[in-house]
Structures are given as C-alpha cells and as structure tokens.
C-alpha cells in the first residue's frame, strides 16, 4: 500500500493512498496498534472494481482529513487512473464517526464539479464550508456543508493554474509525465487561517496566493470580483503537503530537498529537517501533542513516471517527528 495521506482521529491512526499508484491494499486503512492495517470503515468501501457502483465505496481516495468536530473526511477522488475520468457516482466527500466507523454523510460531486480531467485533491474546513482544490481543471470547489450544494469558483484563474516555469525537481532531475513533458500539478495544497478570514492556495509548484473567505463563501460575488481579491501569499517551493497550527505557523514538505520547513507569521522560512528518508513526504498531520505525521509517498518514483520501471523502495514509510 502506498499512502499519501495520515489523519488522527478518535484516538486511532488512518491511512489512505489513491488506486492509480498500482498497490493493493484498503483505500482507507485503521493501523492497530499491533501494526495490521484493517480496511476501514470496513472491507467494502475498499471493494470497488470497475462496473461495481461506486456510490458506497471508495474509488481512489486522495486525502483525509478531520474537521474541527472530530469527524475524519475521505476526500475521493472518484477517478481510477491518473488524470483520468471520474466514474458515476465516484467522487465523492464521505464523512465518517471515527470511532465507530458509521458513515454520517455522503457528499456526491457531481459532473458539473468534478469534471473531465479533474482530480480532486484535499479539503480545509471554516465554519459551514469546506473549500477543495482540483489539481486536474485548476478550480477551487466551495462546499456548504449543511446543504450539500458545491460551487467552483476561480475556475482556470492564474493563481490556480500551475506555471510552466516552476518544474518539479527531485533526484536532480525534473518530475516528467510523459517523455520531455515537465509534470504540471494545478491547485494543490490550501490552508485556512486561524481567524478563518483567508484561504492560502497554490499549485503543487507554488507560488501561493490568498483570498478572503467571505468572497468565497458568497455566491453573489462575480468571478471577476473574486478573482480581482487574489492576492500574492507566499513563493513557497514545489512540495508534497501542508498543514497550518493554531497559531498561523505553515508546515510543509520540500520536494526538492526532502526537507520538512515552517513558515512562521512573520514570514520567516526555517529548515526543520531533512532526511533522504522522507522522498516525497505528503500530506502531514500535525498532533496534538506536537509531533507532525509524515506519509511517505515517493510518488515521482511510481512507473508512469520512468517508462514503466519502478524507482520506489518499500516499505512505504510513516514518519512522525517531534517538533517540540
């Protein structure tokens, strides 16, 4: 199982990893706490295969995430294949009691929001709204979590779309997707300020930008209104993932070095550590006790990457790291 995505939650540790990287393995997992990894939140919803109804069961999930409630959320992206298609009834939010396993809801993105050539990628929370990006169609999806209603909005916007002159770069070599094609990776990671008054964005290369919630929770602002209140945030560098504390403080993975840094409120940009170990560290979570969970991905190592020859080392890893 290659995993990309940790979430702690009701006292347990869950791990997911998307269906394209090839692994078998749950598309959401429970690790006991004598190292088993259990399907959760039970063998079914990790049971589709194409042709099987998709709306009760994961198709390729791409991040958890727990709200501010405790509710652990399965982002799913509802494609099989790497930049492919979503299938009926695949993509999907899916909200789950962490400690018994109960789905509360399903929330379907339909056609009209995750379309053709999207890939939903990770969810923040701010009071009734979850904001998602879509690193396939550059789009940021605004879901009112009462009634169930997405929107997308800063569709195809400049701060949206990744930048041709920002490559990946891992091993010292650029991440291709295709011969002599650079891998573009639009709208990826996205935080939520501690006061909930912005949202900080950006494509997988960066850089960042940021715009106020109040905009985006109105569906009476305009696209060009909206897009006229994107404002620069930070030139941060190609990385895996994110995650912001309480007190503003940005966490995230640099590709390019296999480092995990912390960007400060002021701004300043500090090296915590780096580690040949951590090759393409995902999305983190940071616990309550200070340590700061790593999954890691190693996905530029996948075959689609080299002509169809695998580079990753197993076993995958998860790393937690004391901050303190």
Request: aromatic content about 8%; glycine content about 10%.
């Amino acid at each position: 199982m290659d995993w990309n995505a940790v979430a702690l939650a009701g006292g347990h540790v869950f791990v997911a990893g998307p269906r394209w990287t090839g692994f078998s393995g749950p598309a959401v997992a429970l690790l006991t706490k004598n190292g088993k990894i259990e399907p959760f939140p039970d063998a079914d919803w990790s049971g589709w295969k194409p042709r099987r109804d998709a709306t009760h069961r994961f198709v390729s999930v791409n991040a958890l995430h727990v709200a501010p409630d405790g509710t652990l959320w399965v982002v799913d992206t509802g494609t099989p294949s790497f930049g492919g298609v979503p299938v009926s009834g695949g993509a999907k939010l899916v909200r789950i009691d962490p400690a018994t396993g109960h789905v509360l809801r399903i929330y379907p993105l339909g056609p009209e929001i995750a379309q053709a050539g999207s890939y939903i990628d990770d969810i923040r929370f701010n009071g009734m709204h979850a904001y998602l990006t879509d690193a396939g169609k550059a789009a940021l999806i605004v879901l009112d979590i009462k009634t169930g209603q997405a929107r997308r909005v800063l569709d195809n916007d400049a701060s949206t779309r990744a930048r041709t002159d920002r490559p990946i770069v891992m091993d010292g070599h650029v991440v291709e997707n295709g011969l002599h094609r650079p891998l573009l990776v639009n709208v990826d990671p996205l935080e939520v300020s501690p006061d909930g008054k912005w949202l900080y964005f950006g494509p997988l290369e960066g850089p960042w930008s940021q715009v106020p919630t109040a905009f985006l929770d109105d569906p009476n602002v305009s696209s060009t209104d909206l897009s006229a209140a994107v404002q620069p945030w930070a030139d941060l560098p190609p990385l895996g993932g994110s995650v912001m504390d309480a007190a503003g403080n940005l966490y995230f993975t640099n590709l390019k070095d296999n480092g995990v840094y912390r960007r400060d409120v002021s701004g300043k940009i500090t090296k915590l550590i780096s580690d040949s170990r951590l090759h393409w560290a995902d999305a983190p979570c940071l616990a309550l006790n200070g340590r700061l969970w790593l999954p890691v991905a190693q996905l530029d190592r996948l075959p689609m990457f080299h002509q169809g020859h695998s580079r990753s080392h197993q076993p995958f890893l998860l790393v937690s790291i004391d901050l303190r």
